[in-house]
């Protein structure tokens, strides 16, 4: 059987005219579908920065052609991994037959070179690989059914269409090589398996059968995808090559100032989102791993990441013919509104904005901003919002703290210790940012004396602020109101740069993500640490020295804001490590994996009345780990942790944040 006779057709008329046919017909209608696609997104809001290609093009790299994320879970990691990379291959060799479609049998000449034979054999791997992967998500659906996946037709039809890409490419290779036709036929062991199997009569038969199944599923499945779960094959690349580079709990800033008329505060419709936000929604591939690590979605809210982003897309699916089909002057708007109307306010106010979905996400999908830009749009627009809310807004405007104390107590804390205020002049080299918990709660209070303490033992300079500090609108922001947090974070920026502020220390994560990655935006541009870290560096540098001993058991929990916010999560630790006497036990959940203790993203000022509470379910979780206390490093997880502890019966365990720990042990032998 000759290469080049095998474009013939089994209708007795040329093949490459009713191949021009459907190829025609194939690609006008990806065109079609695409560019409705692209409309809609183009639909969303502009601003989207895209800075740092090196960093984009290194990441896409990565995470996305490396899947480094997906080997989180190694079964359907390795699974989707190799359907993947098999994705990848083939692109030459589907450009190959359509190619001979188009030319009448002239194929690439790449593949007669000694590159095109390495290529031969790994495409003949990957046929084997790529039903291995197609096979172990049959039997994951079929079998062992993981409660993450969401079950429907749409997934057998692009596993049996991948599938079938597959064996029509061994069978067409096969019976090429079964009929003598000449080419590199030695590096391709699977398909010379398959071709042994073939009769000769039918050779010819069987290639062009395969060859045409073969593109007809291909133009199947290119032109399927943009309505299926799967356009993610689309614009997975894409989404993890566009992907917002600022650190994870770094939230928009909104301009105020310049608000256009018709314009809206936040996002009421779906077209005010950006238009990468509605990438995400395109890019979704429904595989649940962030349902499984959501805190609100363990116990019981009605906040599920995965179907909060499905029914966004299913919405901008649904008011296409809203936004397309508008006046030619631009975009329309969807009648629905986000809030309310497409999701559930109990599921907008529910989010801990923990960031564990975002972190647990392959493709880079967010899914804070969306939720917040849904609270800024029910705050500024529209003043509704749960009414704890209120109070804790009403103090930070009228005391500069939600607890509405007044801003001359701030200082209380320290009285008795020598703590020097900015305003008295003194040179510092620290500016102790304190922080509305540490200023107000007894245990935040109990952190601010250890650190104090701690500072002064190893010879370093620092200074507050006392009245002249207020809270910096880490809770009001991330509630919605961006009018408020604005207002705050303009006066401390005003404060720290008057007094010159190089360096900030401070003990509370969300005081840290603000000041350290909001505040630029406003002129505040600071050097800050976490207290952790600052004394795990003096321990380091050995200028502090913690002797006394400290008989205790205990677990150790990670905040969110100081971890998966910011990346810390060794400092804790090390000072920790450092304690004489201190045993800790590492609970399953920690590190990366650590859940939310329910106080992030100003859920501190909420109650908490649907479900299971948060914190109890994470204070079961740090019991598991044998040890009864536990470690914090946030005053926030402190209150809720101890919260827990006491609702669940634990009368006896205690919570405790590490630098008091530290404290305890400066030179002297603490209580057991």
């Not at 100032?257 to 936040?266: D, F, P, Q, V």
């Not at 497409?342 to 493709?363: F, G, H, K, N, Y």
């Not at 004394?535 to 050995?542: M, N, S």
């Amino acid at each position: 059987m000759e290469h080049h006779a095998t474009a013939g057709s089994l209708l007795g008329v040329p093949g490459t005219a009713w191949f021009y046919v459907l190829a025609a017909v194939a690609v006008a209608g990806v065109v079609y579908s695409l560019q409705r696609k692209i409309r809609l997104l183009a639909a969303g809001r502009g601003g989207v920065a895209l800075a740092d290609w090196p960093a984009r093009v290194c990441g896409l790299f990565v995470w996305a052609i490396g899947q480094k994320r997906m080997f989180a879970e190694p079964v359907p990691g390795i699974m989707h991994a190799l359907i993947f990379w098999g994705f990848l291959v083939f692109v030459v060799r589907s450009l190959s037959l359509v190619i001979e479609g188009l030319a009448k049998g002239w194929e690439l000449p790449l593949l007669r070179t000694p590159l095109g034979s390495a290529y031969l054999l790994t495409k003949d791997v990957f046929i084997v690989l790529v039903l291995v992967g197609v096979a172990i998500a049959a039997w994951r659906r079929l079998v062992t059914r993981p409660e993450r996946l969401e079950y429907s037709a749409d997934a057998w039809v692009i596993l049996g269409l991948i599938a079938l890409l597959m064996v029509t490419d061994a069978l067409a290779d096969g019976a090429r090589i079964a009929g003598g036709a000449p080419g590199p036929w030695q590096w391709t062991p699977v398909s010379r398996a398959v071709g042994s199997l073939l009769g000769g009569g039918s050779l010819h038969a069987v290639y062009v059968w395969s060859w045409w199944v073969h593109l007809g599923a291909l133009f199947l499945f290119a032109n399927y995808l943009p309505y299926s779960k799967h356009f993610h094959v689309y614009t997975s690349l894409p989404n993890v090559l566009l992907r917002p580079l600022d650190p994870p709990g770094k939230l928009e800033k909104m301009d105020l100032e310049n608000i256009g008329e018709g314009s809206t505060l936040g996002a009421q419709r779906v077209t005010d989102l950006t238009w990468k936000q509605l990438l995400d929604l395109y890019t979704c591939t429904e595989c649940g791993r962030c349902t499984t690590v959501c805190p609100t979605t363990i116990t019981h809210k009605p906040l599920v990441p995965r179907d909060l982003t499905i029914d966004l897309r299913d919405h901008l699916n649904a008011a296409c013919g809203e936004i397309l089909g508008a006046a030619r002057s631009g975009p329309g708007t969807p009648a629905r509104e986000l809030a309310g109307d497409v999701i559930d306010s109990e599921t907008v106010w529910a989010c801990t904005t923990c960031r564990w979905c975002e972190q647990a996400c392959p493709l880079f999908i967010s899914y804070v901003d969306k939720i917040v830009e849904m609270r800024r749009h029910l705050v500024l627009e529209k003043a509704t919002f749960p009414e704890e809310a209120e109070i804790a807004f009403r103090g930070m405007e009228v005391n500069g703290n939600p607890w509405q104390l007044p801003a001359e107590q701030r200082a209380d804390w320290a009285k008795g210790l020598g703590v020097p205020l900015a305003a008295e002049g003194a040179s510092f080299e620290y500016l102790f940012w304190v922080g509305c918990a540490g200023a107000y709660d007894e245990a935040g209070q109990q952190a601010s004396r250890a650190l104090a303490r701690l500072l002064a033992a190893a010879g370093v300079s620092f200074a507050i602020l006392g009245p002249e500090e207020t809270c910096t609108g880490d809770a009001a922001r991330r509630l919605g109101n961006e009018y408020l947090f604005q207002t705050l974070a303009a006066a401390n920026v005003e404060t720290l740069n008057r007094y010159d502020v190089k360096k900030i220390v401070t003990n509370c994560p969300h005081c840290l993500n603000t000041l350290q990655h909001e505040y630029p935006d406003f002129g505040g541009r600071f050097e800050v640490v976490h207290g952790t870290q600052l004394v795990a560096q003096l321990l380091a540098e050995g200028r502090l020295a913690l002797t006394g001993e400290v008989r205790q058991v205990l677990t150790y929990h990670d905040p969110c804001y100081l971890g998966r916010s910011n990346g810390e999560y060794e400092a804790p630790r090390r000072i920790l490590a450092a304690i004489p006497g201190l045993v800790v036990k590492e609970a399953e959940l920690s590190r990366e994996k650590a859940m939310c203790c329910g106080a992030g993203g100003g859920r501190m000022w909420l109650e908490e009345k649907l479900g299971e509470r948060i914190n109890q379910t994470r204070v079961r979780q740090l019991q598991a780990s044998g040890a009864s206390d536990v470690a914090v490093a946030c005053p926030f997880c402190a209150v809720m942790i101890g919260n827990g502890q006491q609702e669940l019966g634990f009368e006896q365990a205690r919570t405790v944040d590490v630098l008091v720990l530290a404290a305890r042990a400066l030179g002297e032998t603490a209580r057991s």
